[in-house]
């Protein structure tokens, strides 16, 4: 890339062509504010190829993938610390705070029955599916009282705490070519038990996307925990392992 100082260069033409004869060839000044808008000009599309490395990076291999889109389908569970018309919020094991947005299609259960919102109560554990923004699910599906042994499930995680160190560790079986940030975010139904999968053995943070990966198994991205943040799900929805 050239420097500003390199747009000496381009100096405006002289005042007289050099075909006058007999008057004297003129020269001007460099401006300074037409260097300074050359260099920023010049600077400009370096700033492109950062931004446009950044976002290929953020698709995957190929291209063809997206593995840390956000909004994508997850969810958590958690006991209910409030209830509005709207809403709700739940504590996690691990002490994250969630809010939860109903919406008019979600759909919820009360253990393996078909319930009504009324059925979300304070104190009440829940299982929530939907789509995740940060803190914030929008639910598809809650189930209170889900089949999940929480205190089990939440012994296995690792909570943020202060001050905090980073776990790096690795438990079960870890895809041989998996890749952090590779694979192909997926939804609906396999979205749902990938998310459930990974909730009952691994209770306390929040499921931000599920990603199909090249061997036909999940890596389920769990945050709001110190470990895990990748839980490994098999094609028929068996937790195998996990690492950070």
Same mark, same amino acid.
């Given at each position: 890339?050239?420097?500003p100082?390199?747009?000496s260069?381009?100096?405006?033409?002289p005042?007289?062509?050099?075909?006058?004869?007999?008057?004297?060839?003129?020269?001007?000044?460099p401006?300074?504010?037409?260097?300074?808008?050359?260099?920023?000009a010049?600077?400009?599309?370096?700033?492109?190829?950062g931004?446009?490395?950044?976002?290929?990076?953020?698709?995957?291999?190929?291209?063809?993938?997206?593995a840390?889109?956000?909004n994508?389908?997850?969810?958590?569970?958690?006991?209910?610390?409030?209830?509005?018309?709207?809403?709700?919020?739940?504590?996690?094991?691990? #002490?994250?705070?969630?809010?939860?947005?109903?919406?008019?299609?979600?759909?919820?259960?009360?253990?393996?029955?078909?319930?009504?919102?009324?059925?979300?109560?304070?104190?009440k554990?829940?299982?929530?599916?939907g789509?995740?923004?940060?803190?914030?699910?929008?639910?598809?599906?809650?189930?209170v009282?889900?089949?999940?042994?929480?205190?089990?499930?939440?012994?296995?995680?690792?909570?943020?705490?202060?001050?905090?160190?980073?776990?790096?560790?690795?438990?079960?079986?870890?895809?041989?070519?998996?890749?952090?940030?590779?694979?192909?975010?997926?939804?609906?139904?396999?979205?749902?038990?990938?998310?459930?999968?990974?909730?009952?053995?691994?209770?306390?943070?929040?499921?931000?996307?599920?990603v199909?990966?090249?061997? #036909?198994?999940?890596?389920?991205?769990?945050?709001?925990?110190?470990?895990?943040?990748?839980?490994?799900?098999?094609?028929?929805?068996?937790?195998?392992?996990?690492?950070?």
């Open positions: 890339m050239k420097s100082s390199d747009t260069r381009h100096d405006e033409s005042a007289v062509s050099q075909h006058q004869p007999g008057r004297t060839k003129l020269r001007r000044r401006s300074s504010k037409r260097i300074l808008g050359v260099g920023v010049l600077c400009v599309p370096a700033l492109g190829v931004l446009a490395t950044q976002a290929s990076a953020s698709t995957g291999s190929g291209g063809k993938s997206n840390r889109s956000t994508a389908a997850g969810g958590s569970v958690g006991t209910v610390t409030g209830v509005s018309a709207s809403s709700f919020t739940v504590s996690t094991p691990a #002490g994250e705070k969630l809010t939860v947005k109903k919406a008019s299609s979600t759909v919820y259960d009360k253990g393996t029955s078909r319930a009504a919102a009324s059925a979300v109560t304070k104190g554990v829940v299982l929530v599916l789509k995740v923004d940060s803190t914030t699910i929008t639910a598809s599906q809650v189930i009282a889900p089949s999940i042994n929480l205190s089990k499930a939440s012994a296995n995680v690792v909570a943020f705490k202060q001050p905090n160190v980073s776990e790096s560790k690795s438990v079960g079986q870890i895809p041989a070519s998996y890749k952090q940030g590779t694979g192909t975010i997926v939804s609906g139904t396999t979205a749902t038990k990938a998310t459930e999968a990974a909730l009952t053995s691994y209770a306390g943070g929040v499921v931000d996307r599920v199909r990966l090249s061997n #036909g198994e999940y890596e389920v991205h769990n945050i709001g925990v110190n470990w895990p943040h990748h839980i490994f799900v098999t094609s028929d929805y068996k937790v195998v392992g996990a690492n950070d």
